[in-house]
């Protein structure tokens, strides 16, 4: 997370729905938010209140819930992770919306940023490149080019990695 503040995954979740909420209803309610997240809305009051802490939203009891500034920074920070990560399972990988969707909440709490680049690279290579032509560079990824046959520039890839159809790969 690019964030000052660290979270933990459930906090996480509490903002992104606000974010979404809020997206859709302008503010965000605490009613909605446990419907939402299916939670008590004693859960909800007392994530509420962690989140005003931090100084991520501005709440107070039965009143609506709006972000703060760091507190959208945040929350469009997961929003972003949650996006990339399921759109890669559903584009990509060929998973379906539901199971992509369930994959991508787990996973965006804890994914890296080189990490989810890495995701975004390799996205926009399969989408403009889905039938070869591409060829990979040393540290940065996947490149395209429709004059080249599909090639991987075996010096880039780690030793374990090094292996073609059962044999090791010799360097030239």
């Given at each position: 997370?690019?964030?000052?503040?660290?979270?933990?995954?459930?906090?996480?979740?509490?903002?992104?729905?606000?974010?979404?909420?809020?997206?859709?209803?302008?503010?965000?309610?605490?009613?909605?938010?446990?419907?939402?997240?299916?939670?008590?809305?004693?859960?909800?009051?007392?994530?509420?209140?962690?989140?005003?802490?931090?100084?991520?939203?501005?709440?107070?009891?039965?009143?609506?819930?709006?972000?703060?500034?760091?507190?959208?920074?945040?929350?469009?920070?997961?929003?972003?992770?949650?996006?990339?990560?399921?759109?890669?399972?559903?584009?990509?990988?060929?998973?379906?919306?539901?199971?992509?969707?369930?994959?991508?909440?787990?996973?965006?709490?804890?994914?890296?940023?080189?990490?989810?680049?890495?995701?975004?690279?390799?996205?926009?290579?399969?989408e403009t490149c889905p039938?070869?032509?591409?060829?990979?560079?040393?540290?940065?990824?996947?490149?395209?080019?429709?004059?080249?046959?599909?090639?991987?520039?075996?010096?880039?890839?780690?030793?374990?990695?090094?292996?073609?159809?059962?044999?090791?790969?010799?360097?030239?």
């Open positions: 997370m690019t964030s000052t503040v660290m979270l933990t995954a459930s906090l996480e979740d509490y903002l992104e729905t606000i974010f979404h909420i809020i997206a859709e209803k302008q503010v965000a309610r605490p009613r909605d938010i446990a419907r939402q997240l299916n939670v008590s809305y004693a859960s909800v009051t007392g994530a509420l209140r962690a989140l005003a802490d931090k100084g991520l939203i501005h709440y107070s009891p039965y009143d609506v819930v709006t972000l703060t500034a760091e507190g959208n920074t945040a929350a469009q920070d997961v929003v972003h992770r949650h996006e990339v990560l399921r759109n890669f399972f559903v584009q990509v990988l060929a998973v379906n919306e539901r199971d992509a969707d369930e994959a991508a909440c787990k996973m965006e709490h804890s994914i890296p940023d080189i990490i989810l680049e890495r995701f975004i690279q390799f996205a926009k290579f399969v039938s070869g032509g591409g060829k990979w560079l040393a540290g940065s990824g996947y490149q395209c080019n429709r004059n080249l046959e599909p090639q991987r520039n075996e010096d880039s890839l780690p030793r374990q990695q090094k292996v073609a159809k059962g044999r090791r790969v010799s360097k030239k």
